[in-house]
């Protein structure tokens, strides 16, 4: 089994994860497609930078032709701007006590700190209270036009709504009436997506994590000044392990900290492992002492290893159908795969009275069971669901991309103990090429195959 393991020994934001994901090879052009693909108006910026003599990737976001700051050199830019001159010192001290009322919850990581004049990314804000707010509702319409896999947008809706979720019980209201700040919204959005389709282009099974440092001292935030953690970072944290190495600051963002409840299978030490590659990501301050970077670590598993495959219990549900409409069954198979089920098939049978039927069988996640089985009364005309759970042996799987004429696909490749033993272009790139470009889709396949195989000599 393919296995990611994060450390976040200087704490996690959504710009450091971003940028361990590059360093370690996901092609920075996934993520920027990423963005575009959103429509937002934002950009991202990738760079190489050094903390504490430790070489990483650091990735900005750009939103409407403005970066950015961190927590400390905003508000030192907001001083200087609000300096009242004496023929209007009473109107500035006016304008400069409207903007305290809006000082929220910013961290040391460029990436979420407040523009001028705006509340923070994360602010929580009362129903009505926010004129250009963008709730859960329209980031998850946002989400779903976007040009990204159908997994990668589950993925990303599921962090938003940990994000919402945390925010929604510090502050006793609804989910939906949770609101993002138009440019911090979108910020969160271009972090959380591209972690989403970051995550899935770097091809692995699980990612584990390792205790988080949340740093210390204390955050200004929308309600008053807390203590680090913020609340929002608790409330998201809870069942994690975590502790502090004494540095006074906000080490783990809530964008981080929603990231790794959501993408992380488990928390554990360094993994046994053979490691493939490792990279850093930057956050923007600089710690005596202390890289203020997260880094990711991707390799088999020395369970895999072992043992050549992972094995994993899947449960089986199957119903017979007899009197089902054909055009019925298309549909319910498709519905089926929308749902979570990992596999689903259909067998031609003869059943009782000489009546010709169709074995329906469906392959799911035990967790995902009683959900499928309750589809299946619902959109079929079976009267009974048989279920049972099954070992099964799985191998490695990763993802690489390969360019070909037209246009990028994406290859899946199996592998046993390192070795490399199946690779397939992915069919709904190919078929998408195919058909944008009108060329045969045997063709693309082929020169995908072709570029892959190149790919790997060249190595």
Not at 314 to 331: C, I, K, M, S
Request: overall charge negative; aromatic content about 6%.
């Amino acid at each position: 089994m393919r296995i990611a393991y994060l450390e976040c020994f200087s704490g996690v934001s959504g710009d450091m994860f971003l940028g361990a994901l590059i360093d370690a090879g996901v092609p920075p052009r996934v993520l920027e497609d990423t963005v575009a693909a959103l429509g937002v108006g934002a950009r991202l910026e990738i760079s190489r930078v050094v903390r504490s003599g430790i070489s990483a990737t650091k990735v900005d976001v750009w939103v409407d032709g403005e970066k950015d700051l961190p927590r400390e050199e905003y508000w030192k830019k907001q001083d200087v701007a609000r300096a009242p001159t004496p023929a209007h010192a009473h109107h500035e001290h006016e304008h400069h006590h409207d903007h305290e009322h809006h000082h929220g919850d910013k961290d040391h990581h460029d990436h979420e700190a407040s523009r001028a004049g705006a509340p923070a990314p994360h602010e929580h804000s009362h129903e009505g209270s926010h004129a250009h707010g963008r709730g859960l509702t329209e980031i998850r319409e946002i989400i779903s036009k976007s040009g990204i896999s159908e997994t990668a947008k589950k993925t990303a809706i599921a962090i938003f709504e940990a994000l919402g979720t945390a925010e929604a019980k510090i502050h006793a209201t609804s989910i939906e009436k949770v609101h993002f700040h138009e440019v911090g919204a979108v910020d969160a959005m271009v972090d959380i997506v591209c972690a989403a389709v970051g995550a899935e282009a770097l091809g692995v099974d699980e990612i584990i994590c390792s205790s988080l440092n949340v740093g210390g001292g204390s955050v200004q935030c929308a309600h008053g000044t807390f203590p680090v953690p913020a609340p929002a970072t608790v409330e998201l944290l809870k069942d994690s392990p975590v502790y502090s190495s004494g540095v006074q600051a906000e080490l783990v963002t809530p964008t981080g900290a929603a990231i790794v409840k959501v993408l992380a299978k488990r928390f554990a030490a360094f993994p046994e492992m053979k490691i493939e590659k490792s990279g850093y990501g930057a956050g923007t301050r600089e710690f005596p002492g202390l890289p203020n970077v997260v880094r990711l670590t991707v390799g088999e598993s020395a369970s895999t290893l072992a043992a050549k495959t992972a094995s994993e219990i899947v449960t089986v549900l199957e119903a017979n159908l007899d009197d089902l409409n054909p055009q019925v069954f298309g549909y319910v198979m498709d519905r089926l795969l929308e749902e979570g089920a990992l596999d689903v098939f259909g067998m031609p049978v003869q059943m009782k009275k000489n009546r010709p039927g169709t074995l329906l069988t469906v392959l799911c996640k035990p967790e995902d069971a009683s959900k499928l089985t309750q589809l299946l009364f619902t959109e079929t005309t079976t009267l009974g669901v048989r279920r049972r759970d099954e070992v099964r042996q799985t191998l490695a799987r990763r993802w690489e991309n390969v360019r070909t004429q037209w246009g990028e696909v994406r290859i899946k490749i199996a592998s046993m103990n390192g070795t490399v033993t199946n690779y397939a272009p992915e069919y709904e790139d190919c078929r998408r090429i195919a058909a944008e470009h009108h060329v045969p889709l045997k063709t693309v396949m082929q020169e995908a195959s072709r570029e892959y195989l190149g790919k790997g000599e060249k190595q």
